[in-house]
């Protein structure tokens, strides 16, 4: 119940929604100056989430940073968090804009920094059908000559909560020492944490895949942009969430 209600807030949480709502209500109401208030509300929430330099502040705030691994220190497990590839309408997966989640993951294995490889994803639409991520994600490990004995599967968890939780089992079962790597998004990373520590599983950050705050600020971040009304999407869902885990 939890899952489906978070995926009808999304739609209210987005800014493109309350946008749209203030010109839509602007244009229907006939009282004038309520009229003048809404239309001007949507003009300047158009004109903030254009803004690269105000996301692009928020971002290199938000997102958690790269960790310094010693060179000598070794792990026995990478925590890969999944939705980093997506199924298309002929049932065939490909990577997204993700996948550095995918790469930084193998390149942590190939390297000798972990010894097993943890993939964790389900299926997170609203209406599972197909096959879940991490059982595609191993096909995909094993072209790279990945052995199946270092490549550990969670493939039921439908977002960051189950995770964790059903992530929790499969590293107790297999005898694997802790701390983990958990790799994931830069902007996930902070939410990713909390969800973890709450479930007792101790891991070290190794985030990667920034989309935002990492360039020098230039006069172009002040042009309206739509690109950056699509990335705070993705920092107020964070957000939410974060505060909704809280909660919880």
């Known amino acids: ?5 978070s995926k009808i807030l999304e739609f209210f949480i987005y800014p493109l929604t309350w946008i749209l709502a203030c010109l839509i209500a602007g244009l229907i109401i006939k009282k004038q100056p309520l009229k003048k208030r809404l239309l ?6 158009l004109l903030i989430f254009t803004n690269d330099f105000l996301l692009n502040q928020f971002a290199s705030r938000w997102d958690i940073h790269t960790s310094d691994l010693k060179r000598s220190d070794n792990y026995s497990c990478a925590i890969v968090l999944g939705g980093f590839s997506s199924e298309g309408k002929d049932g065939k997966f490909l990577f997204n804009v993700s996948a550095d989640r995918f790469i930084q993951g193998l390149k942590l294995f190939s ?3 972990v010894s097993h490889i943890l993939i964790s994803g389900g299926n997170g639409t609203l209406i599972s059908d197909g096959m879940p991520e991490s059982d595609w994600v191993k096909t995909q490990l094993k072209l790279f000559n990945v052995p199946d004995s270092c490549i550990l599967i969670e493939n039921r968890s439908r977002n960051t909560i189950e995770n964790a939780a059903f992530t929790k089992p499969i590293l107790q079962k297999a005898g694997l020492k802790a701390p983990y790597l958990l790799v994931t998004s830069g902007f996930h990373m902070r939410r990713s944490l909390g969800i973890f520590k709450k479930e007792q599983i101790n891991v070290i950050p190794y985030p990667c895949n920034y989309m935002a705050g990492m360039g020098n600020t230039s006069p172009a971040d002040f042009v309206p942009d739509g690109g950056a009304l699509v990335l705070w999407d993705v920092y ?6 974060m505060l909704v885990n809280k909660l919880r």
């Not at 001007?40 to 929430?45: D, E, T």
């Not at 107020?236 to 969430?241: D, F, L, T």
Request: charged share 15%; aromatic share 20%.
């Open 236 to 241: 107020i869902k964070e957000v939410v969430g």
């Open 40 to 45: 001007i509300a949507s003009a300047i929430l």
């Open 111 to 113: 390297t000798g920094k």
């Open 1 to 5: 119940m939890f899952f489906f209600f």
